[in-house]
């Protein structure tokens, strides 16, 4: 079996949405895991990763069905604690001996549940809910069609809910525990520490904590980087100045950041970013000014795609140029995070809609003979921002909203002219002046001007003006893929609308954008 640093716990994903919370909550309480899909688990896999527990996830599918998603049955047989939810639990019961039924989802009494439900203890006491039932309830979060309808011999009720008889069930004796509701969710207020309760029965040690990381992380890239050359290209984001500051921390000097301006850059940025890690911090940065070339190939586009493609191919060829100044450059580091390495189940099989092409530098690696280092790949992005505080990025860098890698031509619908993106990042800096006055930034995940393509008629003084309309947008979120408007007070927004038409030359006329997302979507563009 293989020797790991620390201890481990495996959770294997059947495709429910909210599979990754687990891992969150599980990282909170300082536990390492992994979240792998259940058809790449097989018993060379688990005697691989060796686990010290195992979590079953939630999943669309029925084990009713013959071709129903299944763990090997060995999950079962290694004599670590496991936890099954939801369809994990359906799972557990069907695979040791139990029975779950179909559940009807509208009337004729089915025992379907989606939403709040009320859990009360079954016995007097037990391990796995510690902490519970302060009040004689507890609030739990069901979502599921199937329901279990004799539990496996073995296992005892520790818990139940009017439409759920078997709501919280284990078998004590070979700790394996298996739940109906989803402890992972936040309308599981207590959801915590039923994790914390299952990992101390799982005798986990609380090893992971990012201090302890920092140190292997750096070990790890010395080992990999040997006396190479690593380029990183900085974005001045979260996740790269991360990366940039973890790896200089490893190898000094043996690493060159690039810098690419390509002029839809937000007002001072390049100098704040530049100046943070070359002046601050040391780190070599070549300040690559392409301002000419990015805007003088976008010039006359209009089409958000074609927009993102020019911009994704200069970035390429630019990084690529500064690249080869650099001598004996064998690896490239990349913010990569561990939400875009895990893979994800597909039951349909089908390629997704592309909505937006959002540009990486992938095939950059291949094409130039590099080699990738991605000291960030097992983390959430929560855990970078924790990684860079220890690394001595300062706040304002950590808390940054994220910003696309296109820049403002995405928030300049239709052609971008360098007049416009100069009435854009004046007015987004008031606007995020004002946020920030307000100390509303850090409640708010991104927050930006866009510059619309109409010109509005408007009266300042005693003249007519005729100049651009802009939109505010300021979202909630939790990663990007759903997003709610931030509700600004009307006080907020009079004043700020007031502050961008009097300090900014060329605007006239101010909205606020209160679109969700979906049906809308985050940019502009
Ligand atoms: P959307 O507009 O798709 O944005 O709702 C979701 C998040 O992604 C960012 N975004 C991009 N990031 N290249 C990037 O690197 C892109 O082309 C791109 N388009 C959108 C956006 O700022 C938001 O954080």
């Known amino acids: 079996m293989t020797q790991h640093t620390h201890d481990r716990l495996l959770i294997i994903d059947f495709g429910s949405q909210v599979t990754q919370l687990i891992a969150r909550r599980l990282r909170e309480l300082n536990v390492y895991c992994e979240i792998h899909p259940f058809n790449t688990v097989d018993d060379a896999f688990l005697d691989a990763f060796a686990p010290k527990a195992i979590i079953l996830s939630g999943g669309p599918a029925s084990v009713v069905n013959a071709d129903a998603p299944r763990p090997p049955s060995s999950v079962f047989e290694r004599n670590v604690p496991v936890l099954g939810i939801c369809y994990g639990q359906q799972l557990m019961m069907d695979m040791l001996g139990g029975k779950v039924e179909g559940g009807k989802i509208s009337g004729g009494g089915g025992t379907a549940e989606f939403g709040r439900a009320y859990v009360t203890p079954a016995v007097e006491k037990s391990d796995l809910l510690m902490g519970w039932f302060a009040t004689d309830r507890e609030q739990v979060w069901m979502s599921h069609g199937d329901h279990v309808s004799a539990i496996a011999p073995g296992f005892e009720v520790l818990g139940t809910s009017p439409h759920a008889p078997f709501a919280i069930t284990a078998d004590q004796s070979r700790n394996f525990y298996a739940v109906q ?3 992972e969710v936040h309308h599981t207020p207590n959801g915590l520490k039923f994790f914390e309760n299952f990992i101390r029965i799982a005798g986990f040690s609380g090893d992971w904590t990012m201090n302890a990381y920092r140190e292997e992380a750096i070990e790890k890239i010395r080992a990999t980087v040997g006396d190479s050359h690593v380029i990183c290209g900085l974005s001045g984001g979260v996740d790269s100045s991360v990366a940039a500051a973890l790896i200089h921390e490893a190898v000094g000097d043996q690493l060159t950041c690039v ?16 100046t943070m890690f070359r002046d601050n911090m040391n780190l070599k940065v070549i300040y690559a000014d392409e301002r000419e070339l990015f805007l003088g190939e976008l010039e006359g586009q209009s089409d958000p795609e074609t927009k993102r493609k020019i911009i994704g191919r200069l970035f390429i060829d630019v990084f690529q140029k500064y690249a080869n100044q650099i001598d004996d450059a064998k690896f490239l580091a990349q913010g990569t995070l561990y939400p875009d390495v895990i893979e994800s189940v597909s039951f349909s099989g089908g390629p997704s809609v592309t909505i937006k092409s959002h540009h990486n530098v992938g095939g950059l690696p291949e094409k130039m003979g590099l080699k990738l280092v991605e000291p960030l790949r097992e983390l959430f992005k929560d855990e970078v921002r924790v990684l860079g505080r220890e690394l001595g990025l300062p706040p304002s860098f950590i808390g940054r909203h994220p910003f696309p890698g296109p820049g403002l031509a995405i928030r300049c619908p239709g052609e971008i002219t360098r007049a416009k993106l100069d009435i854009l990042r004046e007015a987004d800096a008031v606007y995020i002046d004002q946020i920030r006055k307000h100390g509303l930034y850090d409640d708010i995940w991104q927050a ?8 509005t008629v408007g009266v300042m003084g005693d003249g007519r003006t ?3 309309a802009c939109a505010l947008r300021a979202v909630t979120s939790v990663d990007g893929m759903t ?3 931030y509700p600004f007070s009307h006080e907020f927004l009079g004043e700020t609308a007031t502050r961008i038409i009097n300090e900014v030359p060329g605007i006239n006329r101010v909205t606020y954008d209160i679109t969700s997302k979906p049906p809308g979507t985050i940019e502009w563009e």
């Open 181 to 183: 509701f989803h402890p």
């Open 259 to 274: 810098f690419v301006d390509h002029g839809l850059l937000r007002k001072n940025e390049a100098e704040e970013v530049v």
């Open 448 to 455: 930006f001007v866009a510059i619309l393509p109409v010109r």
């Open 466 to 468: 005729y100049d651009f």
């Open 483 to 485: 997003a709610d408007y």
